[in-house]
């Protein structure tokens, strides 16, 4: 009755209906290209070329999906306890701060698989903590949570910016970044993957953050669906009156969520830090916070959609760089906004098409639209 | 017979692979009563809202006056002379009576002359129909029943010549809705046809002049109205014999499980909603709070649950208190055999986007049966599942199926098979058969008998007085906050009708 509409069978929901959304993206996008001057046809296989064709292109499409499957997640665990997490890129940020603390203090004594676990609980921690304070001033205080995270980032770059000038910044340095680590802090690469079938690896920052992003978005889903806090959550995130009728703590509850999700956020540092420039710099999220949103809506906010579409979006960044360079009539900004529609007709117009498949279902098959549903297949 | 003032003919609608709407056919004269009825789910407020322009049908025609008419919005309608009360009121609350009867009929740009013109036309009104409203009234200043007759007044503004009711009775104290009929009466005397929906077959014998009877979107009866019965309707409606009484046995109190003093509860604006209520529920019988939605019957029912805060007084479940500071951990008092059935099962008793087996367990989630360490224990949960269903007859019979997809009366039993299948010493029920069908509530009611005769004190809060006086052993009356009087369950529904309406008991034993 609140959805006037069937269900559909689950394979064309999480699949038919994202793909039909990212192709009508790809082809506004192509008239964009026309718009400026350039083949769409050519500039869309440079950007598949460039982002999987060869062993580096993948490495790095890989690589930039790593980072955007933490902060997709992040933002989906927040999403699922109804918290609109805007401060992933400042809880990232901090996140940084706390690996960097770390590195620099055990570079020069541990080796990396010691240091690899200290810095993963450093970045958790100072993400988590960076997302209890709006948590605690939304549970306590009501102070909106998507303001308050909004405001969050920014103060968590002032912060970042004074330390990376100030304490964190070596001596005699020109530049706002941390010293280099030492091998200590450097991260095994996993570009060898790659090069197992076959591919050849020029260099790539590809690094074993990318398993345990994976093993991250399994206990996210361990977490959301199989576990009595996640149950909480998904409770609390559906109808906070049923929460309160079933004795769940709202500030317990949303204090928990918001803390795991800066946890994770926090862990998103890992990658760039430790895994590619071995330094922490001014502004080295770069918006992968932001992206993290799309990330988590695009993939439903369900692990598995959230890597596969933080690898789309890794696909985006790689293939664009390399279109940016191979067609100079297609700047940076252009990629820009090729990721906007995607973001656009995936995420915010997600069920624009949705009515229209759905009436075509039916008008094949009632009974795939009417008894698959009643199954509970699409749970 | 009078010519038909609307026709229907052949209407389908469906949505996605629900049919709500099968080849309906539905003649209403002009100048008649004619009444809807049907479970809920069986496609009356689809056909109304075709009628009305919320919907489109997907092929069939409408006649308004004899003529074929496309209604494509609710302007097209209001245009053919068709107004629509609905369940739920659509007022601007803190307008007064006559900015709403003017809303989206103003006449410029400049709301002084349509209000003038509003105001000598909302007077005729008044004369003509016996409407009554104070024009300059606030509207969330007024009770329900006047709310409703400015929904009234607003139709009759637009120049509608047929009115339809949706549920119209739901929210009204007896009197208040035996106003209503009166208006209805004189509407129609004046010729105006009126559409009449409800689930509510006594006022349909009351006032209808036909009949027509939905069920699973097909119109499978229409009939005089002084030509059928109860019996046959219900019958129709739900397409077996039902048992319209409940039968039960003497009730065997025993002890006081629920103790209740001197409580009062006020509402975020400080608002006295229960006012220095007291009494008791023993073990082995059902004790009812009848009265008028809104009277304080919620904050009770939220207090003695521990979800809302208590100004003052002391509730005692099993001779040991319960906090009243709106902190109580309802865990804890589900822990002591407190079992609650809160009233609003769409947001409150359920999570409509779960799947029902973890609808099964909400509340009781923190029981060492559905976990392993912090992990759900999903095969348990499935089995506890599984065993409710079949106990309490849930369809369609599929514990991961989204609870959004059960019918009304299923949604119902997944919530009282949850809290009665605990165990508890105390229950307390909120509008147990709301918007459930004929066939559910029959079910529901001889489970609740089943739960007193097993010694259990229920606690029946409704503002259906047959569910009410069928059910209790003894009956509280609230009218604003107050206990205003305590009957037996022989009262007559006068009786409790006019304690209901806050008339003294002085004046109610006359």
Known sequence: ?379 | MAQAAIELIGINKSFGAVRANRDINLEVARGTIHGIVGENGAGKSTLMSILYGFYQADSGEIHVGGKPVSINTSNDAIALGIGMVHQHFMLVDNFTVLENVILGAESDALLKKSIAKARSELERLEREYGLEVDPDAIIEELPVGLQQRVEILKALYRGAEILILDEPTGVLTPAEADHLFRILKQLKEQGKTVVLITHKLREIMAITDTVSVMRQGTMVATRVTKETTVGELAELMVGRRVLLRVEKGEAKAGAIKLSVKNLTVKDQRGVTMVDDVSFDVRGGEIVGIAGVAGNGQSELLEAISGIRHAVSGEVMLDGKPIDLTGKADPGELRDRGLAHVPEDRHHVGLVLAFEENENSILGYHDDERYLKGPFLNVDAIMADAQDKIEKYDIRPGNPQLRTANFSGGNQQKIVLAREMEQDPGVLIVGQPTRGVDVGAIEFIHKRLIAMRDQGKAVLLVSVELDEIRSLSDRILVMFAGRIVGERGPEATEGELGLLMAGVEHQEAAQ
């Open chain 1, 1 to 379: 009755m609140s959805t006037p509409y069937a269900k559909l069978p689950a394979w064309a929901d999480y699949g038919l209906i994202p793909l039909i959304n990212l192709s009508v993206a790809f082809i506004v996008a192509g008239f964009v290209v026309m718009l400026v001057g350039e083949n769409p046809f050519r500039a869309a296989v440079i950007l598949v070329e460039g982002a999987f064709g060869k062993g580096t292109g993948i490495a790095f499409t890989l690589f930039y999906a790593t980072t955007f499957i933490f902060t997709g997640l992040s933002v989906a665990v927040a999403a699922h306890c109804s918290l609109f997490n805007i401060g992933t890129e400042g809880q990232a940020y901090i996140g940084g701060l706390g690996i960097a603390l770390v590195c620099l203090s055990f570079d020069s004594v541990l080796p990396w698989w010691v240091i690899f676990p200290m810095a993963i609980v450093a970045a958790a921690v100072f993400g988590a903590l960076w997302g209890f304070i709006p948590a605690y001033l939304q549970a306590k205080r009501g102070s909106h949570i998507v303001i308050t995270t909004i405001m969050f980032n920014f103060i968590a770059a002032s912060v970042m910016v004074y330390l990376l000038v100030g304490a964190l910044k070596p001596a005699g340095s020109q530049a706002p970044q941390t010293r280099n680590f030492l091998a200590g802090a450097e991260l095994p690469k996993l570009n060898w993957i790659i090069e197992l079938f076959g591919a050849k690896i020029r260099s790539a920052p590809l690094n074993i953050c990318f398993l345990l992003a994976l093993v991250m978005a399994f206990l996210v889903w361990l977490l959301i669906w199989r576990t009595k806090l996640g149950y909480e959550m998904r409770t609390y995130g559906h109808s906070p009156k049923a929460a309160r009728y079933a004795g769940i703590s709202e500030t317990r509850i949303i204090i928990t969520a918001m803390m795991l999700s800066g946890a994770l956020a926090g862990m998103m540092a890992l990658n760039p830090v430790m895994g590619d420039q071995h330094n922490v710099a001014i502004d080295f999220v770069s918006g992968a916070g932001y992206v993290g949103i799309a990330v988590a809506l695009m993939g439903r906010l369900h692990p598995v959609g959230i890597v596969l579409a933080a690898i789309l979006f890794g696909m985006l960044y790689q293939g664009g760089a390399e279109l940016a360079f191979e067609m100079p009539a297609i700047s940076r900004d252009m990629i820009v906004i090729i990721q906007g529609l995607v973001i656009l007709f995936a995420g915010a117009l997600e069920h624009m098409f949705r009515p229209y498949i759905q009436a075509l279902f039916a008008s094949f098959s009632p009974k795939a639209v009417g008894l698959e549903a009643v199954k509970g297949k699409g749970a």
